[in-house]
């Protein structure tokens, strides 16, 4: 690089360079920012976009750089998979989607790290000298074993989620061998930093046992605790692009990867919380899996009701509180329910949606999927907003979501989901469940809402039962 | 840059990455897990610079798929997130655009 150095107009190109970087860190954190407020979040996007294409655009003006074609080739093929598929996806489908994008950052800092250590490794084995100082080695290495992890692990999840991959494995001494792949591959790396970059096969051995951890780590866990797993990985990819920021000697990355980092971690905490978990309980055990054991169940009867009946109950009620679970989004009824609320808007109707922390797959999809119907922010609210309110509702509609709200958590110290926050929808004065059949939720429990005296079941798919109740407040004169 | 400068940048960068979050509502909890996702995709500058020094053809082919990956990172990043975001109005400016989809 010394030669480079000297070669006129390169000091002006690395000050191009730097500026544009700096512009771009602050494009990316006013963007975070923005997107951190349901008023400003769309703009937030915008300035983030500014600021990548500002970075990207620049980067050709590296000195000593070449293989521009191959280079402008990646990019245009990427993107264009990228874009085809980003436009293509169902919004119930987002969270899968998220983590595969998030994979594909982690393995191009893998890659990152692969190049700049496979370099190091072929001129050590030749006899020539490491250009790389130990410290840059060790980064490599660390961020180059987290971008693996992270790539093979968001791939899991992506199949997981997609329903490519519906086994969940476990074995006997599981956690042993994960423990021995992870150690495995930091031990490797270390080998590599003090050999000043081994030999290839060194080099390789680091990410094979890296990517086989993330992997193996990944398929253990349940598709319920997928959300905080992605959000982790999330994090994880952001550290390791840091790193490798480090290694690249490039503010940019350090400062983004490090924003990503640090917010991605505060984030997977937020979730775990929302769950009423702790991070090391959604990667160690194994409670979304299903099949945990029931309680006792409850006493009484479940009480059916027809839509007609719904209908004239809501038509004249003061405040209606829906209460929608994923439930609704696989059934794709969204639509419909927000028609039937714009009816008993226009009625003179107070209508609220609950959000449940967890609703949907993730903290804040039902909100995107709500948003997809048209339903406005401003009438949702989440758990703490909406919990005193129940006992002022005339009717607590129920769609597609159980766990969350079954009163069990509240009272039943035996019961798994015991002090997980739910929303107090047997407060209201009628409770109407719509549901499919009589099956307990994803934790297999029996949910003891159901059998209350104001509790009424309307049976039927989300999306005919949210027609019938249109129908039915339309008959309403 | 130098070591203590790299790391100063590192701590502050980690504090400014907390405050941001510290305070958003649940509900928007994954456009920003998105845009936090298409944020990360800036490791594509990195390995446009790892390819564009990349002589052997291992290099070649290691650099070209990171490449490839960050773009994928970063343009599906900003689309998802993008379409999601999209969708947040309020009703006041929902009767001002007439109407939903």
């Known amino acids: 690089m010394e030669e480079v150095m000297q070669a006129p107009g390169v000091a002006s190109r690395f000050l191009v360079i730097d500026i544009s970087y700096f512009l771009t860190a602050v494009l990316f954190i006013m963007g975070l920012k923005r997107m951190s407020s349901p008023v400003t979040a769309r703009s937030g996007i915008l300035w983030a976009g500014a600021g990548m294409l500002v970075a990207t655009l620049v980067s050709f003006l590296y000195p000593g750089m070449s293989n521009f074609e191959l280079i402008i080739a990646a990019i245009v093929v990427g993107s264009l998979i990228a874009w085809w598929s980003g436009k293509k996806v169902a919004m119930t489908d987002m969270p899968q ?37 130990p410290l840059i080695m060790s980064l490599a290495v660390i961020g180059g074993i987290i971008g693996a ?22 074995f006997g001494g599981q956690k042993f061998v994960n423990g021995l792949l992870f150690l495995g591959s930091l031990a490797v790396g270390v080998i590599v930093v003090l050999h000043h970059g081994a030999d290839p096969l060194h080099v390789s051995l680091i990410f094979a046992l890296a990517l086989l951890f993330g992997i193996a780590m990944t398929l ?14 999330n994090a994880l990819t952001g550290l390791a692009v840091a790193f490798e920021g480090f290694v690249m000697n490039n503010a940019a990355m350090i400062i983004a990867g490090t924003v990503v980092g640090s917010a991605g971690t505060l984030l997977t905490q937020l979730m775990a919380k929302a769950m009423n978990r702790s991070l090391a309980n959604v990667l160690f055990s194994d409670f979304g ?7 006792t169940g409850p006493q009484g009867s479940m009480k059916p009701i027809e839509a007609s009946d719904v209908g004239v109950m809501m038509a004249f009620a ?32 107070t209508v609220k949606f609950a ?12 909100n995107v999927l709500l948003a997809e119907a048209g339903v406005p922010y401003d009438l949702i609210a989440d758990l703490d907003e909406i919990n005193a309110e129940f006992e002022t509702a005339d009717v607590a509609l129920i769609i597609g979501a159980n766990d969350v709200v079954n009163p069990v958590a509240r009272t039943d110290k035996s019961s798994p989901i015991y002090g997980m926050p739910i929303l107090n929808a047997d407060k209201a004065k009628n409770v109407i ?11 297999g429990i029996e949910n003891a809402l159901f059998f209350l005296d104001n509790t009424r079941m309307l049976y039927g798919d989300g999306q005919k039962a949210a027609a019938e109740l249109v129908n039915a407040i339309k008959a309403v004169a | 840059m130098t070591g203590i400068v790299a790391l100063y940048i590192f701590m502050l960068a980690a504090f400014t990455g907390y405050e941001i979050i510290a305070k958003v509502p649940v509900i928007l909890h994954t456009p920003l897990m998105s845009g936090s996702n298409f944020v990360h995709g800036i490791v594509l500058v990195g390995a446009m610079v790892a390819l564009g020094g990349a002589t052997t053809p291992l290099e070649k082919t290691i650099g070209f798929v990171g490449v490839l990956l960050a773009a994928g990172n970063a343009v599906g990043g900003y689309v998802v997130t993008e379409r999601m975001l999209e969708m947040f109005k309020s009703s006041g400016a929902k009767k001002k655009s007439g109407g939903g989809h």
Not at chain 1, 220 to 229: N, R, S, Y
Not at chain 1, 433 to 443: D, E, T, Y
Request: aromatic fraction near 6%; include cysteine; proline fraction near 4%.
């Open chain 1, 433 to 443: 469940v719509i549901k499919r059949g009589q099956g307990a939720g994803f934790s």
């Open chain 1, 149 to 170: 992890i992270s790539f093979s692990g968001s791939l899991i999840a992506w199949a997981k989620l997609q329903g490519v991959l519906n086994k969940t494995i476990r």
């Open chain 1, 97 to 133: 989607m998220i983590a595969l994008y998030n994979g594909m950052g982690g393995g191009a800092a893998a890659a990152i790290a692969a190049v700049e250590l496979y370099r190091a490794a072929f001129a050590n084995a030749a006899g020539q000298p490491v250009q790389h100082s």
């Open chain 1, 289 to 295: 899996s299903g099949g945990g054991a029931a309680a």
């Open chain 1, 220 to 233: 253990p866990i349940g598709g319920a605790d997928m959300p905080v797993v992605i959000s982790l990985y």
């Open chain 1, 355 to 366: 959000i449940h922390p967890v609703a949907g797959r993730m903290p804040g999809h039902m």
């Open chain 1, 318 to 349: 003061s405040k209606v509180i829906v209460v929608p679970g994923y439930g609704m989004a696989v059934a794709q009824a969204q639509h419909k329910v927000w028609e039937m609320c714009q009816l008993l808007i226009d009625r003179g109707v």
